[in-house]
């Protein structure tokens, strides 16, 4: 029979979600009665700053009247551009990883990291589920992306480096995922189990190197991927529950920091072993700390099914413990009571984002990245009649990132921001939008599209939605001999490689701080200084 002390004490090993802003039943029973170390926060949990701040002092102070012995960690994925959780106006946006990429710059990507984990710890959030270590080898990968740096093994490696130095240093614990990477796969892991069949040779030259070069330098935490390696495993066993997979940081890289799961109910698990029998999986293959995001049944069966493989043998006490002092040690290194109950003022909030704001901006300015331009394009005249073609929702497939606790930001919706043509209007007071979809355009828009001076076209991910990339050849076409400007606001394949589309500008993410610095540019405020983080011979 298991005792509650045992129970609470498996308990530790699990990192879990719940659905509301304040405290509700479901998150305390689990740090009450199950002992749950960890919490996973999303945008669902993120009211006012002032809601933030008080959640997760309270899920602290729940937590040492329950008899805790070390503080909750608090993580969330604030990856930040495509995948920010905490995002204007409660905190300043700041660039993501392709973004940080295509400046070229280390110390920039460590700022960005020191600046957000800054911002994390102002709300009593000790972890970040970041940096991304993916290499984004596949361009159509549909869950990666602009989530990576870029391409090159070497230059991910360096990058993720720079900002899990820069989470470190304000006391934030750095997590690298998606081990052992994500990157080049076809199906996202959310809904379907990804295989990538890679020797290990190839996995050495390419998909290792940044989780080698984290477990050298001490990295505190890696993250694991639902993805089979059936060149490794011989099956079609996901990563998370491989041990030959794990053995890989254990044995090879003498990686002794935690390792834990991505969530164990995206469906490269649920449909596959099942979150419970997952979790219990997890850890036999040398897991420290699961995740499990979503359901309060689920999280309870999972820690109670833990708990019975413990009377069973099924898995050992030792194993358990080792886990335990894993988590623990980091803790110690990371916590305390005293900062885990303290709450911060609105004041030293607004101190926090002015400094992060400027730090961004001058980020994004560094990253705007000029793929080709005609001589003689830039600037615009602001007199210029200007049409600004933009996608516009419609019935969009959502990407199971940002979807995961949040459907309404799906990472791979196809549109952008009405407000990107405010941004343009700031500059030329008279300029006409047009919204698409896949649907045709009316005749009338035609006429406005071939009659203006300037047709600034903005796509997301036109090779995945291939509307917007025969739209912008056929404006091409259409509009021979007149300028055309294209702004790619996400992936930076959009016309990489269609020459017919002669100017292009890359911004890397579809926020309307990165589409702004693309804008800066097209009117002489500015000058481009990104470079493309991707080769343009892998499209």
């Known amino acids: 029979m298991v005792t509650a002390e045992q129970r609470k004490k498996v308990g530790q090993l699990f990192a879990v979600g719940f659905h509301d802003t304040t405290i509700n039943d479901d998150i305390k029973s689990l740090i009450q009665d199950y002992g749950v170390g960890a919490i996973v926060l ?37 990856e930040n551009g495509l995948v920010t959780r905490i995002s204007p106006p409660v905190a300043s946006q700041q660039p993501g990883p392709m973004a940080l990429g295509a400046t070229g710059s280390l110390d920039i990507a460590s700022q960005v990291a020191g600046a957000t984990a800054e911002m994390l710890e102002h709300f009593g959030i000790n972890m970040n589920y970041a940096p991304v270590g993916d290499i984004n080898s596949e361009p159509l990968n549909p869950v990666i992306g602009v989530r990576s740096p870029g391409d090159n093994p070497e230059k991910v490696a360096e990058f993720a480096s720079a900002c899990a130095k820069g989470m470190r240093e304000n006391k934030v614990v750095p997590c690298i995922k998606h081990f052992p990477g994500h990157g080049d796969t076809a199906v996202d892991s959310h809904y379907g189990l990804p295989s990538i069949d890679k020797s290990r040779t190839q996995l050495d030259a390419v998909e290792l190197v940044p989780f080698k070069r984290a477990a050298q330098e001490g990295i505190e935490m890696i993250m694991t991927a639902h993805i089979a390696m059936p060149q490794l495993t011989g099956s079609e066993m996901p990563s998370t529950l491989s ?126 990245t000029i793929v080709r331009i005609d001589d003689a394009v830039l600037p615009l005249p602001t007199s210029a009649s200007t049409v600004f073609v933009s ?19 799906p990472t791979r919706v ?24 896949a649907q045709p355009l009316t005749d009338e828009q035609w ?13 997301r991910n036109a090779r995945e939605a291939p509307y917007q990339q025969k739209l912008g050849l056929e ?65």
């Open 447 to 459: 006429a406005k599209i071939e009659a203006a001076d300037v047709v600034m076209l903005a796509t």
């Open 391 to 409: 996608p516009g929702p419609d019935f969009p497939v959502g990407g199971g990132a940002v979807n995961s606790g949040d459907a309404a930001h």
């Open 42 to 78: 999303f945008k669902r949990n993120v009211g006012s700053a002032a809601e933030l701040r008080t959640l997760c002092r309270d899920l602290q102070q729940l937590a040492k009247d329950a008899g805790h012995e070390q503080p909750l960690f608090i993580g969330i994925d604030q």
């Open 475 to 539: 404006i091409a076409q259409r509009r021979s001999g007149k300028t055309l400007i294209s702004v790619a606001t996400c992936a930076p394949y959009d016309f990489l490689e269609e020459a017919a589309v002669k100017n292009v500008i890359a911004v890397y993410e579809p926020t309307l701080e990165a589409f702004r610095s693309a804008v800066d540019i097209i009117y002489g405020i500015d000058t481009p200084r990104g470079k493309l983080p991707v080769s343009e011979k892998k499209v």
């Open 243 to 368: 041990p030959q997979v794990l053995n890989i940081l254990r044995d090879e890289f003498k990686f002794d920091g935690v390792i834990m799961t991505d969530c164990l109910e995206m469906d490269g698990i649920r449909a596959t072993y099942g979150t419970v029998e997952g979790a219990l999986m997890a850890f036999q293959a040398g897991v420290d700390n699961v995740m499990i995001c979503h359901t309060y049944d689920v999280q309870t069966k999972a820690v109670d099914r833990v708990c019975a493989a413990i009377e069973k043998d099924e898995i050992s006490q030792k194993r358990i413990d080792e886990s335990l002092s894993r988590l623990s040690k980091l803790k110690a290194k990371f916590t305390t009571w005293d900062r885990a109950l303290q709450i911060s003022t609105d004041a030293a909030l607004d101190d926090i984002n002015a400094r992060g704001a400027k730090l961004a901006r001058k980020a994004y300015a560094d990253a705007a």
């Open 414 to 437: 196809e549109w952008v921001s009405s407000s990107f043509g405010d941004e343009i209007r700031k500059h030329c007071a008279g300029a006409e939008e047009i919204r698409y979809t």
